[in-house]
């Protein structure tokens, strides 16, 4: 088995999959805050705008990536209109991978935070529970699985990530190669449908575990009593 | 804070309070001033008891609001004391329990203990009291439906509350849980005497925790008395009989014979066989028991009619007031005991008998008629 691995992951492909690997986690810690705030917000709160607010979370995930990449390429580029230059750096993978699996991370954590009691918020305000103990007593903890849910979502939807971060990252070999981009490079070079074939199944691997560590969770959270 | 808590055992045993509430929609306009340790509200489903209790808390906005117990001023929104929900020092027990799911037992009690500031009662008695011992380290998902009330109970009274408010807390219960629960509330109820607002439409199981009872109908006070009291006043009659009128007469527990019929002797003096015996044991002679019997199955007769019936109480009295509406009469008699015997009867049945207030009656019902229980109140 690893010396089948050896023969079709070459230490190219090993980097790729660090890189990957790597973009994934930093993506997932960059998404996780904005995206369970922005998630409890829609779930929980009515304000002027919320419709606005929600189409403009959600568009990534029906715009195609390459205008993703197009659009942060341009806030974020050489002559970006926000005067920060990230463009083909390990930086602009993580953030595009970030902004493709934000609306997945709030879809989650909406869903779970909307269907978390409103009875349950009461009768802590009735034993003298206030605005602060009632979100971190009970709401948050009753929408840790859609949380879970959401950002092992995330997670496994940076690893796919390809359009966005080819266009805004580049496909730097060690520096923004990321599995899809290498899969990519691999299947366009004569002789590499060995290392894509071996790229394509890792992924496959990656991904399906990373859905059966949410599913566990889900499962650990529910056995804990949670809905 | 020991001290506090064992001054209040040792004060009078009633509390006095005062509440009045306002809303437009749906319409509420109440308000009342009673003193006791708790008020049974009562009236038909819609007739505005779970939106009162909660335009008290504060859960209902734009009510106009004031509550006093013990001449403290919890809330009046008219003076500009409105506290929010969780700052306005009353508990709430709701008819699904409400309990946190992902919390266990014990961490569901002790939750309204930090709001208490020590001053609640001590965790180990509620606990023994409501039998939860064995639970507390369960998840309520793990727990009967009356296991789960009954940590309900326990968490709002943890909450040391000023105020405890009671909305049907039993109706999600069958009866026999309900039977089973009640005992544990009115020990609850003796042991801290929080003063209580309790909401049922049971009349039987008002009747088993209270004797002062509010009735409301549409947003408004139709009386506030006892269930005979306010029997007999004919704006409440209708109401009651619709919802299931009993009343309830004090006895003492005599002795079970063995036909199985059990045998209680009245305040008046009256022995009566009773045909059903709430609880798995019977208790001691000589213990305060309650009768509980409905107008309609008591039969009236003129004094000394001995005619061979299958019935086997008969009591002696004498009428002291008839209520009469549209569709009923209702017949109150003295019967020796503070509490009057209720019957209903029909217009020509008084005619036939002559029967008027003051003059002298029989009371005849059937021992299966009536269901004594212990008196817990």
Known sequence: MIAWVDVALGPAEWQALRVSMEVSVLATCLVALPGIGLGLLLGRCQFRGKLMLDALIHLPLVLTPVVVGLLLLMAFGREGLLGIDLAFTRGAAVLASAVIALPLVVRSVRTAAELVDDRLLEAAAVLGAGPLRRFWDVLLPLTRPGIAAGLTLGFARSLGEFGATITFAGNIAGETRTLPSAIYTASQTPGGDGAAMGLTLASVALSFFALLASEWWMRRSRAKGNP | MVDEAQSRQGQPLSARFRFSAELSRPTLDVSVEASGDVLGLFGRSGAGKSTLLAALVGLVKGARVEVEVDGERLVDTDAGLAPPVHRRGMGMVFQDHRLFPHRSVRANLTYGMPAARGKGPPFEDVVQILGLTDLLDSMPGACSGGERQRVALGRAILS?????????????????????????????????????????????????????????EEGRVRGLGSAAELAMQDQCLELLHDCGLVFTLPCEFSRRTADG?????????????????????????????DLLLRPEDVILARPGMDAELSLT????????????????????????????????VTERALQRLDLREGSPAMALFKAQATRGRLRTK
């Open chain 2, 261 to 289: 019929l059990v045998w209680v002797q009245s305040a008046g003096g009256h022995g009566i066989a009773c045909g059903d015996f709430e609880g798995a044991e019977d208790p001691p002679g000589g213990a305060a028991v």
């Open chain 2, 160 to 216: 040391a509350p000023k105020l405890l408010l009671l909305d049907e807390p039993l109706a999600s219960l069958d009866r026999g849980l309900r039977r089973e629960i009640l005992p544990y509330l009115a020990s609850l109820r003796d042991a801290y005497r929080i003063p209580m607002i309790y909401v049922s439409h049971e009349l039987e199981e008002l009747l088993a925790i209270t004797d002062e009872i509010l009735l409301l």
């Open chain 2, 313 to 344: 109480n008969r009591i002696e009295g004498r009428i002291r007031r008839i209520t009469k509406t549209a569709r009923r009469v209702l017949v109150e008699m003295e019967c020796g005991g503070p509490e009057p015997l209720l019957a209903e």
